[in-house]
């Protein structure tokens, strides 16, 4: 081919589609969780995806993808950590970081079971293995599944369908609130309880014996499950809602 038209279809090419900046960067760490410790995930844009595993070993990996260096240091991820906490986030306080074009997260991290786990503020998918403490799920634009919990204090803010199972209802209960789609929570065993959800768009079921109180409505239940206890609060659900056994 003539050079001339050689260099002339690079320059349309290039006119097209454009060329990319994209910048990359990594963040690979192992740390050391003590049993109990606590977990904090907040700020991220990209999914996260949490696998669990005997042990106190804790490892991080990252993948971030910025527009260019600028945007990229504008909007930090800090990992913080200590034998009893690890926090992955993006600092509070960086107004105007839009204005310099995008960030994107992939986060994967391999964490021990016995961990407590708080996920705040996330744009895209949420899962995670099973986990022996508690975990509290809010501001998620995204699906959110976990395979297995020691209990939920709270799940608020998802925009997507929620799957959470549960190996005990703790002493101050669970309130879930504010689903965009249908909420799936299966308990390991029998549980005792007192139901109460309103504000739902579309059918309640639960394969758990219940003493219904009041009158039965589309969206609203209240009542006792087995001999009573914490309270189980669902509200504002775009979908159906059901309780199963794991």
Known sequence: MNSYYTVALA???????????????QINKTVTLSSGAQVSVGGINGPVVIETTEGESA????????????ALAARPLVVENTASSLTI??????????????????????LPRS??????????????????????LNGINGTVRVEGA????????????????????GEN?????????????????????????HGVNGGVNSEFPMT????????????????GGPRIEVSGINGGVALKRQ
């Open 89 to 110: 986030r993006t600092p509070d306080g960086n107004k105007g970081w839009r204005d310099r074009g995008w960030v994107r997260h992939n986060v994967r991290l391999r």
């Open 173 to 197: 209960g669970m309130k879930v609130s504010g689903i965009n789609g249908g909420v799936e929570l299966a308990f390991a065993g029998q549980i005792n309880a007192q139901i109460d959800v």
């Open 11 to 25: 320059l349309v090419i290039t006119f097209v589609i454009g060329p990319s900046f994209d910048v990359r960067d």
């Open 212 to 227: 219904v109180v009041g009158e039965m409505k589309r969206g609203e239940l209240k009542g006792t499950i087995g001999s």
């Open 59 to 70: 490892q991080i990996n990252i993948e971030i993808t910025a527009s260019d260096q600028e």
């Open 115 to 136: 961990i407590n786990l708080t996920v705040n503020g996330v744009n895209g998918t949420v899962q995670a293995g099973e986990i022996t403490g508690t975990v509290a």
């Open 150 to 169: 020691g209990s939920a204090t709270s799940i608020s803010g998802v925009n997507g369908r929620v799957t959470v199972g549960l190996a005990r209802l």
